[in-house]
């Protein structure tokens, strides 16, 4: 047959059968015209060379397994030379894994002192702007109460809503499994150089989402480990705003958007007005295989709230 058949028939290009060639791993007969002529045990030979090269052994490490066919084996890796390229293969795969492991360990930790540096400082230029520092909280915030606007949510079904993440994707709380996944609800995120509306600070429950937001972050791995599937920021905000705060605070979990406040409008949740922009109320959700099974509300201090959530997480385990 001619090369682009025997290309054909073992899943290979042309070009990899002359590299293989050029190797010694296969000979095919020279017509008088000069052309090769490969036949089935070429074709034999060269899936041989693609399954191992698959396996991750170097093309020019198959050479004991075709010279153990060519010996008549019925298997390529019927012969001593055979399993010892298995063996130095695997040693090298070891190597590679060790490294990757390495790498994956400096990685992490660069990501928890990252996800841990939620420093309250202003830069100096900021300072001389009066710009508003929202990693920290004032002093004497109001403190939200209990006005029972989510007394009915605890054992309610989670609507099928679906809800665009941080990530790009569609997400269905109501079909989230069996596992806990906590879904903190907030007003809005500020970002620096950009006013929040008149008045922020007395309004209460109202300040202090990006230090909430920070909390959750430092906490993330304590939640997971403590029975949390997974977590999520949920605001009104659109996807965009808060991508650039998943990226600007180093969040490990994605936000999802709700701008049309659907799933307060669905649930009852409670909502409040300012400067006509209607704002989710701070709550955050415990949800199970599409249930509510634990509501936080009011929360106070946002700060402190992650902290919370993973005490109950603890005295509440599955």
């Given at each position: 047959?001619?090369?682009?058949?025997?290309?054909?028939?073992?899943?290979?290009?042309?070009?990899?059968?002359?590299?293989?060639?050029?190797?010694?791993?296969?000979?095919?007969?020279?017509?008088?015209?000069?052309?090769?002529?490969?036949?089935?045990?070429?074709?034999?030979?060269?899936?041989?060379?693609?399954?191992?090269?698959?396996?991750?052994?170097?093309?020019?490490?198959?050479?004991?397994?075709?010279?153990?066919l060519a010996a008549g084996r019925a298997y390529?890796?019927?012969?001593?030379?055979?399993?010892?390229?298995?063996?130095?293969?695997?040693?090298?795969?070891?190597?590679?894994?060790?490294?990757?492991?390495?790498?994956?360990?400096?990685?992490i930790a660069n990501l928890d002192a990252a996800?841990?540096?939620?420093?309250?400082?202003?830069?100096?230029?900021?300072?001389?702007?009066?710009?508003?520092?929202?990693?920290?909280?004032?002093?004497?915030?109001?403190?939200?109460?209990?006005?029972?606007?989510?007394?009915?949510?605890?054992?309610?079904?989670?609507?099928?809503?679906?809800?665009?993440?941080?990530?790009?994707?569609?997400?269905?709380?109501?079909?989230?499994?069996?596992?806990?996944?906590?879904?903190?609800?907030?007003?809005?995120?500020?970002?620096?150089?950009?006013?929040?509306?008149?008045?922020?600070?007395?309004?209460?429950?109202?300040?202090?989402?990006?230090?909430?937001?920070?909390?959750?972050?430092?906490?993330?791995?304590?939640?997971?480990?403590?029975?949390?599937?997974?977590?999520?920021?949920?605001?009104?905000?659109?996807?965009?705003?808060?991508?650039?705060?998943?990226?600007?605070?180093?969040?490990?979990?994605?936000?999802?958007?709700?701008?049309?406040?659907?799933?307060?409008?669905?649930?009852?949740?409670?909502?409040?007005?300012?400067?006509?922009?209607?704002?989710?109320?701070?709550?955050t959700l415990v949800l199970r295989a599409g249930?509510?099974?634990?509501?936080?509300?009011?929360?106070?201090?946002?700060?402190?709230?992650?902290?919370?959530?993973?005490?109950?997480?603890?005295?509440?385990?599955?």
């Amino acid at each position: 047959m001619r090369i682009s058949e025997l290309a054909r028939q073992a899943g290979v290009t042309t070009k990899a059968v002359r590299y293989y060639e050029s190797l010694g791993l296969i000979t095919p007969e020279r017509l008088p015209n000069g052309y090769r002529n490969y036949d089935e045990d070429d074709v034999r030979l060269v899936r041989e060379i693609r399954t191992l090269h698959r396996l991750g052994i170097r093309v020019e490490r198959t050479r004991p397994f075709i010279e153990c066919l060519a010996a008549g084996r019925a298997y390529a890796d019927d012969c001593p030379a055979s399993l010892a390229s298995y063996r130095e293969a695997i040693d090298e795969l070891t190597e590679r894994i060790e490294a990757l492991s390495a790498r994956r360990a400096t990685l992490i930790a660069n990501l928890d002192a990252a996800a841990h540096r939620c420093s309250g400082v202003v830069p100096p230029e900021e300072k001389d702007t009066g710009a508003m520092d929202y990693l920290t909280l004032p002093a004497n915030l109001p403190v939200p109460e209990d006005d029972g606007a989510a007394d009915h949510l605890p054992g309610t079904r989670v609507p099928g809503l679906a809800l665009l993440d941080t990530a790009g994707r569609t997400v269905r709380l109501d079909t989230l499994g069996p596992r806990r996944t906590v879904v903190y609800v907030y007003p809005l995120t500020g970002r620096p150089g950009t006013d929040l509306p008149e008045g922020w600070n007395s309004i209460p429950g109202a300040r202090g989402c990006t230090p909430e937001s920070c909390g959750f972050r430092d906490h993330f791995q304590d939640l997971l480990e403590a029975g949390a599937g997974r977590v999520h920021g949920l605001s009104s905000q659109d996807t965009g705003y808060q991508r650039e705060v998943v990226e600007r605070l180093g969040l490990p979990f994605d936000m999802l958007s709700d701008p049309d406040l659907t799933l307060a409008d669905a649930l009852g949740l409670p909502t409040f007005e300012v400067e006509g922009l209607r704002l989710f109320r701070r709550l955050t959700l415990v949800l199970r295989a599409g249930v509510i099974e634990h509501v936080f509300y009011p929360v106070f201090p946002p700060n402190e709230h992650a902290e919370q959530v993973l005490t109950w997480l603890r005295e509440h385990p599955l």
